[in-house]
Nanobody
Framework: QVQLVESGGGLVQAGGSLRLSCVASGRTFSSYGMGWFRQAPGKEREFVGAVSWSGERINYSDAVKGRFTISRDIAKNTVYLQMNSLKPEDTAVYYC????????????????????WGQGTQVTVSS
C-alpha cells in the first residue's frame, strides 16, 4: 500500500499563496494519476484538481480554476498544489490521493476513483 504524506499547509492572508506537497512512497509513482481534495469544517470533502498518470491531462474544480496549479516531480515522487490568490473560502484540510489502478486512463474527480489517501494538511486563509 502506498503512503502519501502532505505538507506545506499553514496560515496565510487572503490574496496570498501556498504550495502543498504530497510525497508518495514506492517506485511506481509515475504510473498513477493523483488528485487533491479538500474538506472545510462542516462540509463534505470536495474535489480540487487531479492529474492523469501520464501528466498529459489535468482537471480543476471551477472553484479553483485559474488560481491553483497541479504539477509533479517524478524524480521526487511528489505532486504539488500551487495555490495563488487564496480566499477565506479556501480554508480546509487538503488531502492528496492516488487513483485506483495502474496507468488507468482517467483524471479522477470523485472519491471512489481513488484508493490511497494522505493524512491531510490544514490550510487557513484569513480575511
Amino acid at each position: 500500500q502506498v503512503q502519501l504524506v502532505e505538507s506545506g499547509g499553514g496560515l496565510v492572508q487572503a490574496g496570498g499563496s501556498l504550495r502543498l506537497s504530497c510525497v508518495a512512497s514506492g517506485r511506481t509513482f509515475s504510473s498513477y494519476g493523483m488528485g487533491w481534495f479538500r474538506q472545510a469544517p462542516g462540509k463534505e470533502r470536495e474535489f480540487v484538481g487531479a492529474v492523469s498518470w501520464s501528466g498529459e491531462r489535468i482537471n480543476y474544480s471551477d472553484a479553483v480554476k485559474g488560481r491553483f496549479t497541479i504539477s509533479r516531480d517524478i524524480a521526487k515522487n511528489t505532486v504539488y498544489l500551487q495555490m495563488n490568490s487564496l480566499k477565506p473560502e479556501d480554508t480546509a484540510v487538503y488531502y492528496c490521493a492516488r487513483v485506483r489502478g495502474w496507468r488507468r486512463n482517467i483524471v479522477g474527480t470523485i472519491e471512489d476513483e481513488f484508493d490511497s489517501w494522505g493524512q491531510g494538511t490544514q490550510v487557513t486563509v484569513s480575511s
